[in-house]
């Protein structure tokens, strides 16, 4: 069955619901991308939650602790300044508060804040350091006040409300930043993207003998020979190499056992048939020799069909084969001046193939149209993955619930094929197993101009 015919059977037997499909196309096909959605779904979570707990936590309480350390420095600078008020003595807190606590103030004496309450700085749409600062000096300060985070990139401007002026204060940012947060989420992405890279990297090499496996496995299905492969990666997957590896064994070895059988059978067979040949060609001219002889033909005829199909599966390499040339030798030496046979290629099409063995079924197959129409039409192409190989005649055909059994061995259709110009009903047989054994198909179908049609479709 071609893969267009098997993937719409599988879509409609499974009738996926339409969650479930969405689903499936979101999710990654291949083995390595869902192991590796299987490591990395944890770690993300595990990243979005201990970058969630430490925000939480650790930047929000380092951020409250230096706004209030920052808050109580300047009501410490305003209590000395209303302790001792004079010029002189505010020139020397100046200092001290400079050189001591980092703060730059001035005094713009006079000056009077614009009319705003704190409440309206405290905004969803704030800064977690505004929110803190905010609140510390609010606790601390208890006078009015404005802040500014973003006069300048590495300052901070506070302006409180004093009887006399405005305080000025200017504080670097680093007072009330720690550079932890960003250290820690840096060196948790960072290290998150090594590991993940070391678990691609390895979940890789733990694929590739798998995907070794299915090639060895789809290469023996289309009937090529298997030399490289071994069993190798994890105990599970050399235990199933292990077990392909028996399985062509015995394939192999089943298929030489019947061929040398077959073979010993043909040899045993021949020899008193060629003696009841000798022995009839002696006696007397007769209706009964002559049937007598008809039937012995008749059994030759069927022991060398019989060997023929079994020889369809031998020892026969397959080796690159173009289809345009292969159809051309055959469709050139079957040519006669009784049977037109057109040949129609698409394009140059390399397969590897067993040469001989397929010659052996295209040659039955358009030998039978041949033989049964005026006019024969070859024609090959690529679809997709595979090649197909049609074979039309307008002979007269056979019917639909037949097409099956004509499969069969030693099955002959007399009612709708001649049976004088019949064989011994193994050609289709024979075409067929050659087909399947190159991992393909052979179907009979109704002719587009009437007749019959021979699809093939071969894996590329």
């Given at each position: ?338 049977t037109a046979i057109d040949l129609h290629i698409e394009e140059d099409i390399r397969v590897p193939l067993r040469r001989e063995t397929l010659r052996r079924c295209l040659t039955n197959l358009i030998g039978n149209a041949q033989r049964y129409a005026n006019q024969v039409t070859v024609s090959a192409g690529r679809r997709d993955h595979t090649v197909e190989i049609l074979i039309d005649d307008d002979g007269p055909g056979i019917p639909p619930d037949k097409r099956e059994q004509v499969f069969r061995p030693f099955y002959r259709l007399d009612e709708s094929r001649n049976p004088e110009t019949g064989g011994v009903g193994l050609g289709l047989t024979i075409a067929r197993d050659v087909v399947r054994n190159h991992g393909g198909e052979l179907t009979l179908e109704d002719a587009p101009g009437g007749g019959l049609r021979a699809r093939i479709w071969?894996?590329?």
């Amino acid at each position: 069955m071609p893969p267009g015919i098997i993937a719409t059977a599988m879509a409609t037997a499974s009738a996926p619901t339409p969650h479930t499909s969405i689903l499936k196309r979101i999710l990654p096909r291949t083995l390595l991308g869902r192991a590796l959605l299987i490591i990395l779904s944890p770690l993300v979570l595990l990243q979005v939650i201990s970058t969630w707990v430490f925000y939480d936590r650790h930047y929000d309480n380092t951020t409250r602790r230096l706004s209030q350390a920052l808050a109580g420095e300047i009501a410490t600078v305003i209590q000395l300044m209303v302790r001792d008020p004079g010029s002189v003595e505010r020139l020397q807190i100046f200092r001290m508060a400079q050189r001591s606590m980092s703060l730059n103030l001035k005094l713009e004496e006079g000056a009077r804040l614009a009319d705003i309450s704190t409440s309206e700085s405290l905004n969803p749409f704030t800064s977690v350091l505004d929110r803190k600062l905010t609140t510390a000096m609010e606790e601390y300060v208890a006078r009015p006040f404005l802040i500014d985070t973003r006069a300048a990139r590495k300052q901070v401007k506070i302006q409180v409300q004093l009887a006399d002026g405005v305080l000025h204060i200017l504080v670097t940012r680093d007072r009330l930043f720690s550079s932890t947060t960003y250290i820690f989420i840096m060196w948790m992405v960072g290290s998150s993207i090594v590991l993940f890279g070391v678990a691609v990297v390895f979940m890789r090499n733990q694929v590739k003998p798998i995907r070794r496996l299915a090639q060895a496995a789809e290469g023996f299905g289309k009937g090529r020979d298997v030399t490289n492969f071994k069993p190798e990666g994890a105990t599970e997957v050399r235990q199933a190499a292990a077990a392909f590896l028996q399985m062509r064994s015995r394939i192999k070895r089943q298929i030489e056992q019947r061929t040398e059988f077959l073979a010993g059978v043909s040899h045993d067979l021949r020899t008193p048939l060629t003696r009841m040949k000798l022995q009839l060609a002696m006696l007397t001219q007769s209706a009964e020799a002559e049937n007598l002889q008809a039937d012995v033909s008749e059994m030759e005829s069927m022991v060398e069909g019989y060997l023929a199909f079994a020889r369809g599966e031998g020892t026969e390499q397959a080796v690159p084969t173009e289809i345009s040339t292969l159809l051309g030798e055959i469709v050139g030496r079957m040519r006669d001046h009784k049977t037109a046979i057109d040949l129609h290629i698409e394009e140059d099409i390399r397969v590897p193939l067993r040469r001989e063995t397929l010659r052996r079924c295209l040659t039955n197959l358009i030998g039978n149209a041949q033989r049964y129409a005026n006019q024969v039409t070859v024609s090959a192409g690529r679809r997709d993955h595979t090649v197909e190989i049609l074979i039309d005649d307008d002979g007269p055909g056979i019917p639909p619930d037949k097409r099956e059994q004509v499969f069969r061995p030693f099955y002959r259709l007399d009612e709708s094929r001649n049976p004088e110009t019949g064989g011994v009903g193994l050609g289709l047989t024979i075409a067929r197993d050659v087909v399947r054994n190159h991992g393909g198909e052979l179907t009979l179908e109704d002719a587009p101009g009437g007749g019959l049609r021979a699809r093939i479709w071969l894996p590329v």
